[in-house]
């Protein structure tokens, strides 16, 4: 089982320097090296629940220090397949090299979609110091309807929604993990020494959430376990989705990793027929051996978790919504991508309620 302050063994001296760099910045938020190899070394007993509660100077939502957010265009490939990659990272420079190399978070993104499609995700995790990479997938993407009339559009969409396309999806994934960790180790590539391949979170939203679920053990019975990515340590599934086949107890009993699920009270979907009800049937179905989490927006659509409002008029959205979608998982990823024992405090104590809003639902579990 995965845990809050468990440290990779296979974390390098590097990385131990950074921190170090880190500690003497004082940055809040973020705790003293000292503090953060004895958590390693003798564990807190317990889950969540047992930890303090108290982590007043933590703030998700600020950037950790000044950072020129960049973005780097890429394109990895299996055969000859494809996968266009858009990274968020800070640029090269005497901040960034205190926070090299990064956590990486990858994100999937929904059944006609690209990797321009959630942005605000992207700028806002590479500033709190991670590189986010956004995956594009040939087969579910914007090409399937872009140059088709509205007529045909949603026929289009609902024929991408297959299993073959899933699995190309999975694949992906672990395209995208191998191409990172080649490029962190190529002299003179745009990621050379910048990304840390043992320090890995998955994401996703819609299609993307169920590929995310895949490769964080979801049971498929034509699949078997083919579509696992062991690499990932966390993973965070936005609009997540229930099987169609068998029941979600068995169906997500090999989850391995701490999860986290966001939806919301209207997030409905035409194609396949899923809504807001359906996707809050994932979390009491994960194994109780592992953390997980569950949020639950008010008044909240489908397309939240994206830029824009979809068919929906901008002006119709809650603002704070993506307020929430950030400190959450930001105050995730800095938990079991960092070790950041003020992050697990604010996660399972009183954080999440300083930014939701009365209607909005939170519920938490510790791994048994």
């Known amino acids: 089982m995965r845990c809050f302050y468990q ?3 296979t974390l390098s001296l590097v990385v ?21 190899l004895a958590a390693a070394s003798a564990p807190l007993q317990g889950g969540p629940a047992s930890r303090p509660s108290a982590a007043q100077e933590y703030d998700p939502l600020a950037p950790i220090t000044a950072l020129e957010i960049g973005r780097i265009s890429l394109t990895a490939l299996r055969g000859e397949r494809e996968v266009p990659i ?18 990486i978070v990858l994100f999937s993104h929904g059944l006609g979609g690209s990797n321009t499609g959630s942005t605000f995700y992207g700028q806002h995790l590479a500033s709190r110091g991670y590189a986010v990479a956004f995956l594009q997938h040939a087969g579910s993407d914007e090409q399937v309807w872009k140059d088709l009339p509205a007529g045909k559009r949603l026929s289009a969409l609902e024929q991408a929604a297959t299993r073959e396309n899933l699995v190309l999806r999975t694949q992906d994934v672990t ?55 062991p690499r990932i340590d966390a ?29 919301g009270t209207k997030d409905d979907s035409s194609i396949g027929n899923t809504d807001a009800k359906a996707r809050q049937l994932v979390y009491p179905a994960l194994p109780t051996t592992n953390d997980r989490y569950e949020l639950v927006l008010d008044g909240a659509r489908h397309s939240i978790f994206t830029d824009t409002a979809g068919i929906r008029r901008a002006s119709a959205r809650n603002r704070n919504h993506h307020r929430v979608i950030l400190a959450l998982a930001t105050a995730f990823w800095d938990a079991y991508l960092k070790q950041d024992r003020q992050a697990a405090a604010w996660l399972v104590g009183d954080g999440p309620k300083g930014v939701m809003e009365e209607a909005d639902r939170y519920q938490h579990a510790a791994g048994e």
């Open 7 to 9: 440290f990779k063994t």
């Open 16 to 36: 131990l320097a950074v921190f170090v760099a880190l500690s003497s910045l004082d940055v809040p938020g973020f705790p003293a090296t000292a503090e953060r």
């Open 86 to 103: 858009l990274v968020f990272l800070p640029k090269r420079g005497d901040a960034a090299k205190l926070l090299d190399p990064l956590p």
């Open 175 to 229: 395209t995208a993990i191998d191409a990172l960790t080649t490029w962190n180790q190529t002299k003179g590539h745009p990621l050379e020494g910048r990304v840390d391949p043992e320090r890995i979170g998955m994401s996703g939203h819609s299609f993307g959430a169920v590929t995310t679920q895949m490769v964080s053990g979801q049971r498929s019975e034509i699949f078997q376990a083919k579509l696992i990515e």
């Open 235 to 263: 993973a965070i599934a936005f609009s997540p989705s229930p099987p169609r086949l068998g029941t979600p107890k068995k169906v997500f009993d090999k989850v391995f990793l701490p999860l986290m699920l966001m939806t």
